[in-house]
């Protein structure tokens, strides 16, 4: 499993972001990760696009989904396997949303160990992992814009990062429609995960921040930042349409 980490992941992007701080003015590795943040977003539109539109349907089949689970609220095996039935027949999976995040993840512990690997190196490039088209710079300037060493924690970029993280997923609860109140005494579970969930990110965001490498707070504020504006931007084709 690692070496298939290693040969997909980690090593494709080891020589993007080299190739990047090769051939950028200044040889700025923090401006090389905002490089390869913004190019791997832009490839990722399509997920978020689909991401989007599951959440629109899901949102779209909950009042059925709240009736099937008032139906048989005393059967849980018997509603479970409704509601799958519900998901089955209307072709939509309720764990879309999650490949997303995975990706997020994978690719998140795959400049982590970059980083880590160029730290322990004396910042100095790794000639095996590099491929033959891919010039070896030799040491790394690991100082983003001179100030922030990318290979320590930075209070300010986990706070920004954690902001933005906020403000994204504010932003994502506006646009789920309110619901309707039920009679019922039944706790709405999603609306409970979505409001932990506005706090949780940003506190395990700011907890990465302040415990690990600046390079991974930089990476995930330029990618929130990218998702923030990408919202707006779906918003407004919504309101065109509309």
């Known amino acids: 499993m690692s070496a298939i980490f290693h040969d997909i992941f980690y090593q494709p992007l080891y020589n993007i972001l080299i190739t990047l701080y090769n051939v950028l003015p200044g040889q700025d590795f923090g401006v090389a990760i905002i490089a390869f943040t913004l190019i791997l977003r832009t490839l990722l539109i399509p997920i978020y696009k689909k991401q989007i539109e599951s959440q629109k349907r899901l949102q779209e089949l909950q ?92 209070i300010i970029l986990a706070i920004l990062a954690a902001a933005a993280q906020f403000y994204q997923t504010k932003m994502l609860m506006k646009k789920q429609p309110e619901k309707e109140k039920s009679d019922s005494s039944r706790p709405d579970f999603t609306q409970m995960m979505n409001k932990q969930m506005l706090y949780l990110g940003p506190l395990l965001t700011l907890f990465i921040g302040i415990k690990f490498a600046a390079g991974l707070a930089l990476y995930w504020l330029v990618s929130t930042i990218f998702m923030i504006i990408q919202q707006v931007f779906i918003s407004r084709e919504e309101k065109k349409q509309s």
């Open 63 to 154: 009042p059925k989904i709240k009736e099937i689970q008032q139906k048989h609220k005393n059967d849980k095996e018997k509603q479970t396997k409704e509601v799958m039935e519900f998901y089955k027949k209307n072709k939509t999976n309720p764990f879309s949303g999650c490949l997303p995040l995975i990706i997020q993840l994978v690719f998140l512990i795959a400049i982590y160990r970059i980083l880590i690997t160029i730290s322990n190196s004396a910042f100095a490039v790794e000639e095996k992992e590099l491929y033959s088209f891919v010039n070896n710079p030799g040491a790394i300037k690991h100082f983003f814009l001179g100030i922030v060493d990318l290979t320590r924690p930075s």
